[in-house]
């Protein structure tokens, strides 16, 4: 299933924990569609020829979910 999130979207999404290369997010919203869904948003480096760093730049989807919050904002 394919949703497109948008901004106003992130507060129904509660951080669940992350892998080296995957962000784990649970759904906490009112949508009875959405309801028990869990969004699994792969880390994307910026640059790919670069080797990777000891922190990671979000990706689109990241920075809708966790755009706003700045002790988030690496890289």
């Known amino acids: ?14 951080y669940k924990g ?4 995957n962000l784990i997010l649970s759904y906490n919203g009112s949508s009875p569609s959405m309801l028990g869904k869990v969004l699994r948003a792969k ?7 670069q080797p990777a760093p000891n922190c990671v730049n979000f990706s689109s989807y990241e920075q809708l ?11």
């Open 1 to 14: 299933m394919e949703v497109a999130l948008q901004a106003c979207d992130a507060v129904d999404w509660v």
């Open 65 to 75: 979910v966790w755009g706003d919050i700045p002790e988030l904002q690496w890289g």
């Open 43 to 49: 880390k994307v480096l910026n640059d790919k020829a």
């Open 18 to 21: 992350e892998g080296a290369e």
